[in-house]
């Protein structure tokens, strides 16, 4: 069932509204509780089954998904929202393993949680994936023969544009803007995610894997992203 | 040629054995005197002297012959060298053969022993085979000889000792018939001498050449009476010296005068030469032959075994390398049947005890993630739970407030604890995998510092971080090596007594190490020994601010096994310990050795700062 409790924040405007895809009952109520101490809206959805109608339906802001769930399979679930949506998704998971995370990741996540998760680690990513949408000034940036419209969000080489997430785009653009400086795997994480703690740096390879495969003319030899072995990665010559 | 022949030793019936005399004629044709390499110089003609050393005649430049010399020299001993090197590798190819492989040394083995007892045989054979055709030969020369005087005996019963003509003509006559006589003892020629006193005639010879070659001892012999016999070498018809047999008798001439008569008998041993020739020649063929036929049926036999042999190594190769279905055939009932028999029971049983193994060890895995998933979702709840009460606790009562810290607090721990435990299960299902990447050190090292600082304020630790000025990458997975470092640090804080704590790391071309040195209560030998064991603590008693599983140590051994690289410690009362932390630089490869060393170079109360 589709539960969309009644806004409950303090001064009546909510910060955003969080769909939480999870079947167990007490850690869902949990996070309902935990978020709307926050100020957000959470929605539940218990069944993998119902999990892409109730996306339709509540319209959220974010998505937190657990990947265990009866009916559908996380990682289905993640792809289906994925052709329709770029909200941001929030994989919740009780594995760690590289493997499960570059599985979740790949099927189109922006992050993913291991449990147990501390409720303050998980509001700071819900707020941090959230702030992603604000940019600012009109700006025209280029990496090689790619060109980013900043304002526009839009990455165009030889005038044919090429489809990127709003989180690839970002990491792009903040590669971008600082053509000659190598940003660490923790940087990243900080400009381009708003993480601040010591969090997992296989997001970032990951994301980075991603942007390549859409982005590079060959992702085996990139020329828009490279690797500086050992520290991390920088923007190509513009 | 017959060089056998000659050196015989003769036995002349009782007569006084003589021996043979080597003739001279021979030159051993086996040494050759090797004459230097012309120098390869342009010396011109003129200085061909040798010994010329010295300034040249002013009108051609040349090049003095000591250069010339010494280029020699080089070009000798550099060709010497090849050669010794040459064959340096190919007694080190052979003795590699020989190690290797059993038919060779078999079949070595046996032509050695085969080749030898054929020659030794060969050699007695032959030897045997000549003393007899000699000995035949001499008996038969003998037997001549003495009818041969006889005869002469009576011939020259009428000879009138003045008359040189008729003496002449006897002497001729008698020698023409004592020639034309034929013996089993196959040609010879024969010469008389007639003497008178000191001086002698002309010999009637049957054949020229042969009275100057009968050697001078053998005449001496037969002058002073008596029957001698001698192997020597004598010319034949053609002038060419054969080995021959010279028996010589006087001829006794009735009364007591004064001429004496010498009788010469020469027996050209070319028959037997040949003979003997023939058989050494298929003495040595059918000797070769022999030797080997022999070896060739050793190696045979050695195949029939080794094959078999070669066979099971090879099925007990693939059997090693993870193919456990690998079994010999077993053909017959003899004991190479039984090798295979055994041989496929011993792969049966390590088949079945591996696959339980495997499917033990897939089972904990299964076991460890089922656990991990379904612990974590209440814990998770329950966590949330706590933490919602904490951060309200302001609100409640102390006595509700206190019981939310407590309860917050030791739920951290269970998380702890909970991880730790899944992940030590993890090492045990060898499920752990490594994630490298090439990382840089020294950032990751400040990190952690960094990270640490905190706790290290909070108990009053001075934290400090050396290492060398230049970027080391190494291929770690550095979420492990952090979590390695971190526990390090943690653990030199907290036992550091408030002392500062030293981090210090460094690399060389093969390896990286950091170590994290306390001024603590420190470790005895003992204790040190066990502090990487599960859940043990140096003292009970101690307070937990870290909040440790005590598994910390032992999940750091393993980060830093999985690694390929070392976790050790050093220790002693009272003044601190020192952690040392050792990963090979590229994944994968072996440690040999630290760039730091593990038990610190001074002992000295902190406060002084490296």
């Known amino acids: ?238 | 040629m017959s060089q056998a022949s000659a050196e015989a030793t003769c036995h002349v019936g009782e007569e006084r054995s003589k021996p043979r005399e080597r003739t001279d004629a021979h030159r051993d044709p086996a040494v050759s005197t090797t004459r230097p390499a012309p120098p390869a110089t342009d010396a011109s003609p003129a200085s061909s002297s040798p010994g010329t050393v010295g300034p040249a005649p002013a009108d051609e430049p040349r090049r003095p012959l000591s250069a010339d010399l010494g280029a020699l020299r080089r070009r000798l001993r550099r060709q010497a060298t090849r050669t010794r090197r040459l064959s340096q590798r190919q007694a080190a190819r052979a003795a590699a053969a020989w190690r290797s492989s059993l038919q060779v040394r078999i079949g070595t083995i046996t032509m050695l022993v085969a080749g030898t007892v054929v020659v030794i045989v060969s050699l007695v054979l032959f030897s045997q085979i000549r003393d007899q055709l000699l000995s035949v030969k001499e008996l038969a020369a003998i037997d001549q000889v003495q009818t041969g005087v006889v005869y002469a005996q009576n011939e020259v019963a009428g000879i009138a000792a003045g008359d040189s003509a008729s003496v002449r003509a006897t002497l001729d006559r008698t020698v023409k018939q004592l020639k034309e006589r034929g013996s089993p003892a196959g040609d010879f020629e024969v010469v008389m001498v007639y003497r008178t006193g000191d001086s002698e005639r002309a010999p009637a010879v049957s054949q020229r050449g042969i009275y100057p070659a009968i050697p001078p001892e053998l005449r001496a012999d037969v002058a002073s009476g008596g029957q001698y016999a001698q192997y020597a070498m004598v010319p034949d018809g053609s002038g060419q010296a054969r080995p021959t047999y010279l028996v010589g008798a006087p001829v006794p001439t009735g009364a007591g005068s004064a001429e004496r008569i010498e009788l010469y008998y020469a027996f050209p041993l070319d028959q037997e030469a040949e003979s003997l020739s023939l058989f050494r020649s298929t003495v040595v063929i059918s000797g070769i032959a022999l030797t080997l036929f022999v070896v060739g049926i050793a190696l045979l036999v050695t195949r029939l075994v080794v094959d078999p042999v070669r066979r099971a190594a090879g099925i007990a190769q693939r059997l090693a390398e993870g193919q456990l279905e690998e079994r010999m055939v077993v053909r017959g009932e003899d004991d190479l049947a039984r090798l295979a028999t055994s041989f496929n029971a011993m792969a049966d049983s390590l088949q079945r005890q591996i696959t339980q193994l495997e499917s033990l060890s897939q089972l904990q895995q299964r076991f460890t993630s089922d656990v991990s998933h379904e612990l974590r979702t209440p814990l998770t709840t329950v966590q949330m739970a706590a933490d919602v009460l904490y951060e309200s606790r302001a609100d409640f009562p102390p006595h509700v407030a206190r019981s939310a810290e407590l309860m917050h607090t030791e739920l951290d721990r269970f998380e702890a604890l909970l991880t730790d435990l899944l992940e030590i299960s993890r090492y045990d299902a060898g499920a752990a995998v490594l994630d490298w990447e090439p990382t840089d050190l020294g950032a990751l090292v400040r990190r952690v510092a960094a990270g640490m600082s905190a706790l290290a304020e909070r108990h009053g630790c001075e934290l400090t971080v050396s290492g060398p000025a230049q970027d080391v990458i190494a291929e770690v997975d550095a979420r492990r090596v952090e979590r390695i470092l971190r526990n390090l640090v943690g653990n030199a804080i907290e036992h550091g007594t408030g002392q500062p704590v030293e981090i210090t790391w460094a690399a060389n071309r093969t390896a990286a190490a950091v170590t994290v040195r306390d001024h603590g209560v420190g470790l005895s030998a003992a204790e040190a020994q066990h502090v990487f064991d599960r859940f043990w603590r140096a003292d009970p008693s101690r307070v937990r601010t870290v909040g440790g599983s005590g598994l910390g140590l032992s999940i750091s051994l393993e980060d830093a096994r999985l690694h390929g690289g070392w976790l050790q410690v050093w220790g002693q009362p009272g003044a601190g310990a020192q952690f040392r932390l050792t990963l090979p630089l590229a994944a994968g490869t072996d440690l040999t050795s630290s760039p730091l060393p593990l038990r610190p170079a001074v002992l000295r109360r902190p406060g002084g700062v490296r």
């Open chain 1, 1 to 238: 069932m589709v539960a969309v409790p009644p806004s409950a924040a303090q001064n009546g405007t909510s910060r955003g509204r969080v769909l939480v895809v999870d079947d167990d009952a007490a850690l869902a109520e949990m996070l309902g509780i935990v978020l709307r101490r926050e100020g957000y809206e959470p929605a539940f959805v218990s069944d993998g089954n119902r999990a892409v109608s109730a996306f339709q339906q509540t319209r959220p802001d974010i998505v937190l998904l657990d990947l265990m769930l009866p009916g559908r399979n996380g990682l289905q679930i993640c792809q289906d929202i994925r052709t329709q949506s770029t909200v941001p998704i929030v994989m919740l998971t009780a594995k760690g393993d590289t493997l499960d995370v570059v599985q979740g990741l790949e099927a189109g996540a922006d992050d993913y949680v291991t449990k147990p998760f501390k409720p303050v680690e998980l509001v700071a990513r819900v707020r941090a994936q959230l702030r992603r949408g604000e940019t600012g000034q009109a700006e025209s940036l280029s990496i090689g023969d790619v060109q980013i419209d900043v304002p526009a969000h839009q990455v165009t080489r030889d005038g044919v544009p090429i489809a990127l997430t709003p989180l690839e785009f970002d990491l792009l653009v903040a590669l971008a803007r600082k053509p000659r400086q190598v940003f660490t795997r923790e940087l990243l994480l900080e400009q381009v995610w708003g993480y601040r703690h010591a969090a997992d740096t296989r997001l970032v390879n990951v994301h980075v894997q991603r942007l390549r495969a859409k982005i590079e003319r060959d992702p085996e030899k990139p020329e828009i992203v490279l690797t500086v072995r050992g520290v991390g990665y920088k923007a190509g010559p513009p």
